[in-house]
């Protein structure tokens, strides 16, 4: 299992350009998260899914728009990317909440991204 | 969101048992603990969870008193490839989205 991966691992766009950063995982987990990071900084919460089809707010939204037409997928797009998003970018997926076990996240290895 | 609290930094020398302590105040009943690690470049790594009382695997034990308003993680007998950031979440495990990673404790092992 190659658990979740990013792409691409690091990209550099202009001030107004738009991209979309794709999240894949092979663990048939229901929920995927996208969080940023910024130098010296924990991590803060964008969007995440629950499900197919279904997406939620997180603690900073703005800017971002998400999509999870598959279950296996979570695309994050930046319509009009500024240099504040400049940051590393992290997916991570879970199992919904089983009785009596832990429901830890599982993280992809991070895309850094320099908007000048 | 239960808030986290926890030391900017902590210092250490290998072989040594290190304690780091998170405060959760606010913490909801059906809120459980969970501890992560993140070394530089990478994405964090789940380490340990727990809802009261003690949990210990083979990594670590986290301590957890009876009102719940804090959380203590036990490294036993670091080395320096635990040199790395702990971060302390509360959640609750219905809700997806609820718990929120505060800005951790790096903690540095020294030979």
């Known amino acids: 299992n190659a658990g979740v991966t990013q792409t691409p691992k690091f990209r550099v766009l202009k001030t107004g350009q738009s991209m979309t950063l794709l999240c894949a995982q092979d663990m048939n987990h229901e929920y995927m998260y996208w969080y940023r990071q910024d130098p010296g900084m924990g991590l803060r919460l964008i969007h995440y899914?629950?499900?197919?089809?279904?997406?939620a707010k997180g603690e900073v939204p703005d800017g971002y728009n998400v999509s999870r037409l598959k279950k296996q997928n979570f695309l994050l797009g930046l319509e009009s990317a500024a240099p504040s998003q400049t940051s590393v970018y992290f997916c991570?997926?879970?199992?919904?909440?089983?009785?009596?076990?832990?429901?830890?996240?599982?993280f992809g290895p991070g895309t850094r991204l320099t908007v000048t | 969101l239960a808030k986290t609290t926890q030391p900017i930094s902590m210092d250490s020398y290998e072989g040594q048992e290190v304690n780091i302590t998170c405060s959760h105040n606010n913490i909801a009943t059906n809120d459980y603990i969970t501890w992560y690690q993140q070394f530089p470049s990478q994405g964090p790594r789940f380490i340990i969870q727990?809802?009261?009382t003690k949990v210990t695997n083979e990594v670590a034990s986290l301590f957890i008193p009876a009102d719940r308003k804090s959380s203590t993680l036990s490294l036993p007998r670091v080395s320096l490839s635990d040199t790395a950031v702990y971060y302390c979440l509360v959640g609750d495990k219905a809700n997806a989205g609820k718990s929120t990673f505060g800005d951790g404790t790096t903690l540095t092992v020294k030979p």
């Open positions: 727990g809802y009261k």
């Open positions: 991570a997926s879970r199992l919904r909440a089983r009785l009596a076990a832990p429901y830890e996240q599982y």
């Open positions: 899914s629950v499900g197919e089809g279904t997406t």
